[in-house]
């Protein structure tokens, strides 16, 4: 057993009775079959190796947590807080499942009505048709998963707050290493290479990436240079660099949260108008929504995902520009870069979830010409003042010398 706490997080299950309660839901069942639903680890607050059956965490609103296992992975599993109750055959688990459930009649799972937020959408209909067959009617988890696991605490606050400091200082210095070496005829996966090394120098982790862009490249929103596509960048175009990374983590303490950073710059002669143009579009957009969600949070009124979006596209699309932001806004930030929480999101889905107070999110819109896109991305954490964005802020294209 691997685990991130030395046992399950009392807070993640104390947390999650509040909101059960709060909404009138009897219960949460999260169910995990070969570590295909990462929210069973979030709301468990353990990672346990090697588990091979279905495995389901039942937390009711009021009563005691229970874990159903398989006899062959029970034993994985720490004694205490939480009861084991094992299973055997088929039978064996329907029978307990029954039994675990007591006559629930709402149960909250990892289901999203009409597949509308893929991220919540994690159990199969097979497992829904199995529950409501006992009995319980089935909602959807998507609020409740942010309430119980993607609230940061301060320790994984300062764990972000060292991450995103050390990628403010690398994207700039991943800028000065192209201009320094631009005669050696750089390719966007050497920069790569470079980067990578500025975090294990700065004692980050990170499980893919970067992006580095050069002038068309910089188009492909998820662009991935690899030694066989990488162009040559040149002393004269357009640079992108998309970032993120976290602290590495001790594995007996809790799990750090990622920073996600984008940067752009021009390299040899001055942006033209166009490039001003877009990247102005892109940055006022980024600000309009900082803006709204602010104000409605120190309002006390927090707005949906969607709204955040929305706020955003309206200024691109305003600027002529709608039709190359074909992204969402932005996405929930915790330990895995992309995490579990709410989404910016109008466009990609139609996300409902309210941008709680503790959570973090990317602000990161995007216009993608066929000769270059523009990208300016910030990480924005909702505190106890309200919303701020973490690292440093972008108002002006980086000016590479080459000459």
């Known amino acids: 057993?691997?685990?991130?706490?030395?046992?399950?997080?009392?807070?993640?299950?104390?947390?999650?009775?509040?909101?059960?309660?709060?909404?009138e839901i009897d219960g949460w069942l999260t169910r995990d079959y070969r570590y295909t639903n990462p929210v069973f680890e979030a709301a468990l607050g353990l990672h346990i190796e090697n588990l091979t059956r279905p495995v389901w965490l039942w937390i009711p609103a009021n009563g005691e947590p229970s874990i159903l296992a398989h006899e062959v992975d029970i034993g994985r599993f720490p004694q205490d807080p939480i009861a084991l109750v094992p299973y055997g055959s088929?039978?064996?688990m329907v029978e307990a499942l029954k039994q675990i459930l007591n006559g629930a009649k709402t149960v909250a799972m990892e289901y999203s009505p009409l597949y509308e937020?893929?991220?919540?959408?994690?159990?199969?209909?097979g497992t829904i048709e199995l529950v409501?067959?006992?009995?319980?009617?089935?909602?959807?988890?998507?609020?409740?998963?942010?309430?119980?696991?993607?609230?940061?605490?301060?320790?994984?606050?300062?764990?972000?707050?060292?991450?995103?400091?050390?990628?403010?200082?690398?994207v700039i210095q991943a800028f000065n290493?192209?201009?320094?070496?631009?005669?050696?005829?750089?390719?966007?996966?050497?920069?790569?290479?470079?980067?990578?090394?500025?975090?294990d120098q700065a004692g980050l982790e990170f499980d893919d990436g970067p992006v580095v862009a050069f002038n068309s490249h910089s188009?492909?929103?998820?662009?991935?240079?690899?030694?066989?596509n990488s162009a040559v960048i040149r002393r004269e175009g357009w640079l992108l660099i998309d970032l993120w990374a976290r602290k590495k983590s001790d594995p007996n303490a809790q799990r750090n949260?990622?920073?996600?950073?984008?940067?752009?710059a021009k390299l040899g002669e001055p942006p033209s108008n166009k490039h001003q143009e877009v990247f102005r579009a892109v940055t006022n957009a980024?600000?309009?929504?900082?803006?709204?969600?602010?104000?409605?949070?120190?309002?006390?009124?927090?707005?949906?995902?969607?709204?955040?979006?929305?706020?955003?596209?309206?200024?691109?699309?305003?600027?002529?520009?709608?039709d190359h932001f074909v992204h969402r806004l932005g996405h929930s930030l915790g330990h895995e870069v992309h995490s579990n929480g709410v989404n910016l999101d109008d466009w990609e889905t139609h996300d409902t979830r309210t941008v709680i107070n503790g959570v973090g999110v990317t602000i990161e819109p995007g216009v993608y010409l066929p000769e270059f896109g523009v990208r300016s991305e910030v990480d924005v954490y909702l505190g106890e003042d309200g919303p701020e964005i973490t690292g440093n802020l972008q108002t002006e294209i980086v000016q590479i010398e080459t000459s």
């Open 177 to 199: 290493y192209v201009g320094e070496n631009i005669r050696w005829a750089l390719t966007e996966h050497d920069v790569a290479e470079h980067i990578r090394g500025k975090f």
């Open 90 to 92: 088929r039978n064996q």
């Open 286 to 322: 980024r600000d309009a929504a900082f803006e709204l969600l602010e104000n409605r949070v120190l309002e006390g009124d927090n707005p949906q995902g969607w709204e955040v979006d929305r706020a955003a596209r309206k200024v691109i699309e305003k600027a002529g520009y709608g």
């Open 219 to 228: 188009a492909d929103p998820h662009y991935d240079p690899k030694p066989s």
């Open 132 to 170: 409501r067959s006992l009995g319980a009617d089935v909602v959807s988890s998507g609020d409740l998963i942010q309430h119980a696991t993607e609230r940061w605490t301060p320790d994984q606050l300062q764990s972000h707050f060292l991450a995103v400091e050390a990628l403010d200082k690398i």
């Open 257 to 264: 949260i990622s920073a996600d950073i984008t940067w752009t």
């Open 117 to 125: 937020l893929p991220r919540v959408g994690r159990v199969d209909a």
């Open 1 to 23: 057993m691997t685990n991130n706490e030395t046992s399950p997080s009392g807070n993640n299950l104390e947390e999650a009775r509040i909101f059960l309660n709060s909404a």
